[in-house]
């Protein structure tokens, strides 16, 4: 009988997941957008491969959805502790 493996995301991963997921994006969407396969996207997101040239896209790229900033009259500390 055939079983799934299953494969974990790392944490890296599974924050981008979850954003990802939040702003209905494809995974094909998201790769097109950085640059990349989605194979090698599932590397990353799985931690087989470091992707450290594409950590910094995929974050930009899954924030370029994100709502208007609710943090507006926070001092500029405050917001750096929520990136």
Known sequence: MFKPVK???CEFGKQAEK???ERGMLKT???RRIGITPT???YI?????????????IIDA????KPPNKNRGKSQHDSANLQ
């Open 7 to 9: 494969h974990d995301l």
């Open 62 to 65: 899954l924030r370029m959805d």
């Open 19 to 21: 954003m990802r997921i």
């Open 29 to 31: 969407e998201l790769c």
């Open 45 to 57: 997101i799985h931690g087989k491969r470091p992707g450290v040239d594409y950590r910094g896209k």
């Open 40 to 42: 090698y996207y599932h």
